[in-house]
């Protein structure tokens, strides 16, 4: 390792330390302060853990091809940015009218919009992946504070802490964006854009337009299935909170009015990200998740595992899958299914997330479970979102080694309706409704 990368590193760690230390100086923050650092010097750990995994584990991997493809690109724009620059930028934003003298691997996609991101790190800084894995480490670290800020201003009734240990310190939201892969980057996008949506429903435009803008744009680039959800999501969040603003912050009533809006908003933000992310537009997620299936029913594998004996291209056959598909993402792989160390802390994560699950629908029942999550707008945008995800991945993903990876964008809001729900079964009753 070179002192060049050394000091890099430690350059983008304190960069990281700044930010926090600058962000977050108020009361809220304070309750939690030791486990907020906790999490950023996991994230920080986790970086070099994954640095050590790639080259003596794992032999390769994402992280390794976007580096290789990086370092080429990068080497142009050393050579002439200004020639090069502007198709790098190009392949980022997935425009095919572009030419770069040098390997390109799926062009219009988000896997060359990481090509070109890695390489404007390796250009700005060096070809490294311990300095390029660390910076995505701290961008992400950073998008699951922002979800954090907004889970302690809508939910005052639970302790920053808890919070804290909810969004920040789940084991697998910690190690699997703490590298250079897609999930990393869109975590911090998805942050981006809960932080910005939250500042909108408070009614402060200017602040919440660039981060709407920099989220949408970055994670529709980075994973355009989590900005489907997020808008379904985000819908809902809105309706809840006007139906429970006009019902005084009690029971909420249905609101048509409201209702035929947020319908009409959604089905018009769907059908223009179905024309900018074609492959994920709504009359082709059947076709896309049966493909998927099918591909990998054909290159098997030790950890691969299949919802159905045979695939199903109809809308009904992968419908009949969806709560398979859910139950797979949110708790697989048991214990019973390890193979290995890391399929392990896996399994032991989610067998606490299916214990608590049991633990509060036994103990409070489906019914009143429910009740709870629809007293508050964050809480059932949470609630969505991990539903579509949960159903997505669980779908479209077929092997249980990369399934704790793939799920990483719902894990903080599944953790955050865990806990929430076993809060109100340890009390004995729901907290006070709240419009947030």
């Known amino acids: 390792m070179s002192p060049v990368t050394i000091i890099q590193t430690i350059l983008v760690v304190a960069l990281g330390a700044a930010v926090l230390l600058v962000r977050h100086r108020a009361g809220a923050y304070r309750a939690a302060y ?12 986790s970086a070099v853990a994954q640095v050590l995994l790639i080259q003596y584990v794992y032999g390769g991997g994402d992280a390794v091809f976007y580096l290789q493809r990086g370092a080429e690109w990068a080497r142009l724009l050393s050579y002439d940015s200004s020639l090069y620059l502007g198709d ?12 770069l003298p040098a390997t390109v691997t799926k062009f219009g996609t988000s ?4 090509q070109g991101l890695t390489a404007i790190l ?3 800084l060096s070809p ?21 800020n907004v889970a302690v201003a809508r939910l005052r009734e639970v302790s920053p802490r808890a919070l804290a240990a909810a969004v920040l310190l789940v084991p697998s939201a910690v190690f699997w964006t703490s590298s250079l892969v897609k999930e990393a ?11 910005a949506f939250h500042h909108l429903l408070r009614g402060r435009p200017m602040r919440s337009t660039p981060g709407l803008a920099v989220g949408a744009l970055g994670l529709g680039l980075v994973k355009p299935y989590v900005l489907f959800a ?20 009690r029971r909420m009533e249905i609101r048509p009015g409201a ?7 959604c089905s018009l933000l769907l059908i223009v990200l179905g024309r900018l992310f074609p492959r994920y537009a709504l009359e082709r997620v059947v076709e896309e998740a049966a493909r998927l299936q099918a591909v990998g029913a054909t290159t098997g594998g030790g950890s691969d595992y299949a919802l159905a004996a045979t695939t199903s291209a109809s809308a009904a056959g992968q419908f009949v899958l969806a709560p398979l598909a859910a139950f797979t993402a949110l708790y697989r792989p048991l214990l019973i299914e390890v193979h290995n160390p890391l399929a392990l802390i896996a399994a032991l994560e989610n067998t606490a997330f299916l214990g608590l699950t049991v633990s509060v629908i036994w103990r409070r029942g489906l019914r009143q479970t429910l009740v709870r999550v629809a007293e508050n707008p964050l809480l059932v945008f949470s609630a969505v979102l991990v539903a579509i995800l949960a159903v997505a991945v669980g779908l479209a993903s077929t092997n249980l080694g990369t399934l704790s990876r793939y799920r990483v964008p719902l894990v903080p809001f599944f953790a955050l309706l865990l806990l929430v729900s076993y809060r109100a079964t340890a009390a004995g009753a729901s907290a006070t409704p709240r419009s947030g």
């Open 34 to 45: 030791g486990l907020i650092w906790l999490a950023y010097v996991a994230h920080i750990g």
């Open 88 to 99: 790098v930028v190009g392949i980022v934003l997935q425009r095919e009218d572009v030419f």
């Open 111 to 114: 896997t060359a919009t990481m």
């Open 122 to 124: 390796c250009w700005l």
């Open 128 to 148: 490294s992946l311990l300095v390029v894995g660390m910076v995505s480490s701290v961008l992400a670290f950073h998008g699951q504070l922002a979800i954090y």
């Open 185 to 195: 980057i869109a975590t911090a996008f998805l942050g981006a854009l809960v932080s």
């Open 230 to 249: 997020f808008v379904i999501s985000a819908v809902a969040w809105w309706y809840w909170e006007q139906a429970l603003k006009r019902s005084g912050g």
């Open 259 to 265: 209702l035929v809006l947020g319908f009409l908003g």
